[in-house]
Each structure stands twice: as C-alpha cells, then as structure tokens.
C-alpha cells in the first residue's frame, strides 16, 4: 500500500496530511508556518512533522509516493511558484526541486485555490463529473477549473483566476490594481461595501437593526440573515449580489461548460435563498444550451480540501 502527503501551506497556518490515493486521510495536523524563516528552513520543518505524523499512523517513508503542495501563488509546471501572495520568499523558486532534496521522495504543488478544485473534482463535491468550476466566494473570489481530468493551471500559472474578469467598464476598484472586476462586486468585501454604502442613507430596516447601526462590525452573513427574515432592503442587496454573481458564472459558462459549479466560501453558505435568484437571473448572461443542465453545489472537502487536492496531482 502506497501513501501521499498532502500540504496545504498556508500564510500563517500550513495543514499537512498522511493520505492514499483515494484521498482518505491517516493523519494530520496543523503548524505554524514561520515563512519569516525563509523557504528552505520552512520545507525541512514541514517535512520533519510529515515524518513524524507518518510515524504516528505507522507508515512507513518508504512507501510515501509523492508529496503534493498548494501554493499561495502562481505555479508553473506544478514546480515553479512565479511569486508568493504573501511570503518573502522571491520569485521563480523551484519548490518542487527543493522539496525532493529535502524529502528524497517526488513532489508536485499547484495554486492553493486550484488545489481546492481539484480537490473537490477529485474526492469532493464534483466527484465522477467530467468538468466542473470552484468558485470560493470569501474575502476575495478565487477559482478553479477542471476540464477533461486536468486542472486549467495555464502557462504562467494563474489560470483559474476567475475573480478578476471584468464585469464593468472602469468600474469599482479591486484589490489587484484593476477596475470593474467580479472580485469587487460579488466577494463579501463587494457586498459588504455596497450595502454599507445603502445603510448609510437608509437607516430604516432589520439590517441596521442586527448590527445596532455599527456599521464596522457587518458582514455578508448579516445581510443574509435579514434577507432570511424577510427584510425588504437586504433581500434588495441579495438581487444585487445574485446579479453579479449570475454576470460573472454566466460568462464562465459560455467559456467552460461544465456540467457542476461548486461554490464554497462564506457567501455560498447564503444557501437558496441566494441560488434560487442567481439560476433565474444566469438566463440573462449565458447560452440555453450550457445552463440547461448545470448543477450548482456546494463544497463538502471544507478545511481538508487543500491536503485532499494535493493528493489529486498524483491521480
Ligand atoms: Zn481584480
């Protein structure tokens, strides 16, 4: 029997997992990942903690296969990380040469969030489909796309970044530098603006009441919540948010066509009463003949997706 270990390294927290091929996970943990320390240090103290993990559930290193990585960053040719998002670590590093120094044993890594897609087309939520879309609508929007067995990671590694296709000419700024992105509409910062920038005219509703008129503390789940209960002014701000969202996943199902869509991040959890709108409205953005029989779906791999993906570059 043959094992993987699966990393998810992280800006501040770097998950790692004793997997097989079928993504069950043996063992796993949690550490710190002290990217001050710089990338070789980092690797060794990862891998020292995958040998002892796998200790622990009595695998032998001898029959560990592959190490698989996600990567805050673009990688190139699952060995190359162009720049991290956040580690002061340069750029072009060959992460997979060092990793194979320092373990002996072959490693592939890939872009965090298309490990996460990859995840769930493998062993998640997209399991037996052969094309589907991750979107993470969080803090920002991420994407990954899966097409024909193969992760779309692109020539130079940001393939998959769905968040900053343009949604409207010289539009709202986003955190990229650019304007009129998706990210900066439909992420929860997107909502969260627009609806701070309503509340600050509009005083009169639920919304405003939840959050006792502290407009620091709002965020997308508030929103949602008032929507739930019925309050006219945040299921307003849930037609704005299924009108970009149906925007931005219409123009990926003209390009794409994928038979699942998954959503997962804190905005997906809005659940129907935000997926009800998007499908209405997804009539106005793309073809009948590719949102005939989409399915949306949310993630199930959750805080595992990124040590159960990283087994998936070895399928
Ligand atoms: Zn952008």
């Known amino acids: 029997m043959f094992y993987y270990v699966g990393i998810d390294l992280g800006g501040t927290n770097t998950k790692i997992g004793i997997l097989d091929i079928?993504?069950?996970i043996y063992e796993n943990t949690s550490i710190k990942t002290l990217?001050?320390?710089?990338?070789?240090?980092?690797?060794?103290?990862?891998?020292?903690?995958?040998?002892?993990?796998?200790?622990?559930?009595?695998?032998?290193?001898?029959?560990?296969?592959g190490i698989g990585i996600g990567i805050p960053g673009p990688v190139i040719n699952q060995s190359v990380v162009a720049f991290f998002a956040n580690f002061p670590w340069g750029q072009n590093v060959n992460i997979?040469?060092?990793?194979?120094k320092i373990s002996g044993i072959e490693t592939k890594l890939d872009n965090d969030v298309n490990i996460i897609a990859l995840g769930e087309a493998k062993f998640g939520a997209a399991k037996g489909s052969k094309a589907s879309v991750t979107i993470a609508l969080g803090t920002g929007?991420?994407?990954?796309?899966?097409?024909?067995?193969?992760?779309?990671s692109g020539f130079t590694g940001a393939g998959g970044e769905v968040g900053h296709m343009k949604l409207v000419m010289n539009g709202r700024l986003c955190g990229c530098g650019?304007?009129?992105?998706?990210?900066a509409y439909a992420?929860?910062?997107g909502l969260v603006r627009e609806a701070t920038s309503r509340l600050i005219v509009n005083k009169n509703n639920l919304l405003y009441e939840k959050i006792n008129g502290k407009l620091d503390i709002l965020e997308a789940k508030h929103i949602f919540d008032a929507a739930k209960e019925g309050d006219k002014f945040s299921l307003d701000l849930v037609d704005y948010e299924a009108e970009y969202l149906a925007m931005g996943i219409g123009n990926i199902l003209n390009i794409i066509n994928p038979e699942i869509i998954v959503l997962s991040g804190g905005v997906a959890l809005a659940g129907d009463i935000l997926i009800n709108p998007l499908k209405e409205k997804l009539k106005k953005y793309a073809l009948p003949v590719v949102t005939k029989d989409i399915k949306f779906v949310q993630g199930i791999l959750g805080n595992q997706a990124g040590i159960?993906?990283?087994i998936g570059l070895f399928i």
Do not use: P
């Open 22 to 24: 079928e993504g069950n």
């Open 141 to 152: 929007i991420g994407g990954g796309i899966y097409v024909d067995g193969h992760l779309i």
């Open 178 to 183: 650019q304007r009129g992105c998706f990210e």
């Open 308 to 310: 159960k993906g990283s």
């Open 187 to 189: 992420s929860a910062t």
């Open 96 to 100: 997979k040469e060092m990793m194979e």
């Open 35 to 65: 990217s001050a320390n710089g990338a070789q240090k980092t690797l060794e103290r990862i891998w020292g903690t995958a040998k002892e993990i796998a200790q622990k559930s009595s695998v032998d290193i001898k029959n560990i296969k």
